[in-house]
């Protein structure tokens, strides 16, 4: 045995937003609603003058809840992405993939990934339900499957560093995934 996850569920994966803080009254410089970022103002923030857009490349998000799709729809909408990239949903565990308490950080992992890549070929949302043992078996999924060289994820595990997770990494690594 190398490691056993999942008998516990006394602290789940969350995302690790803060509370909104209110702001001084200095003028805001972006491209959205009263001057506040958004879309291409993240890449223009992060990584001006770059020529690099991920085109041709796939990125794999991994996610503790689901999302409504037509909130990605009127992002891009809203911020004006001429190139609609295709989002292919992988419901691991029998996940339903229905919008829950915490749809706001898988949308917006999902819209950061088009603002800071908007070539991207096609993004790959790996959901599972949201329980504390499940990292491992959605890192697993997104490893095995071995479709996007870039991984991504805004949650925050508490079940710490395990053997399992360090041989999945290094599979990930040996893959040349990111």
């Given at each position: ?61 991994l996610q503790f809840d689901g999302y409504n799709k037509i909130d990605i729809t009127n992002y891009e909408n809203q911020v004006g ?45 790996y959901e599972i339900q949201n329980s504390a043992g499940n990292a491992p078996t959605i890192l697993n999924r997104m490893a095995t ?34």
């Amino acid at each position: 045995v190398v490691n056993i996850t999942g008998l516990s569920d006394f602290s789940r994966p969350h995302p690790l937003s803060h509370p909104a803080v209110p702001l001084s009254a200095r003028p805001f410089s972006g491209s959205g609603p009263n001057g506040w970022l958004r879309g291409a103002d993240f890449r223009n923030a992060y990584v001006p003058g770059t020529p690099l857009n991920g085109a041709g490349q796939t990125v794999g998000l991994l996610q503790f809840d689901g999302y409504n799709k037509i909130d990605i729809t009127n992002y891009e909408n809203q911020v004006g992405l001429m190139n609609y990239v295709p989002l292919t949903n992988v419901l691991i565990n029998f996940f339903n993939g229905s919008a829950g308490a915490h749809n706001d950080e898988v949308c917006l992992d999902i819209e950061m990934s088009l603002a800071m890549a908007p070539g991207l070929s096609r993004v790959i949302v790996y959901e599972i339900q949201n329980s504390a043992g499940n990292a491992p078996t959605i890192l697993n999924r997104m490893a095995t499957d071995n479709l996007a060289g870039q991984l991504s994820s805004s949650w925050f595990w508490p079940t710490g560093p395990s053997t399992t997770v360090d041989n999945i990494f290094k599979n990930m690594a040996a893959q040349g995934q990111s």
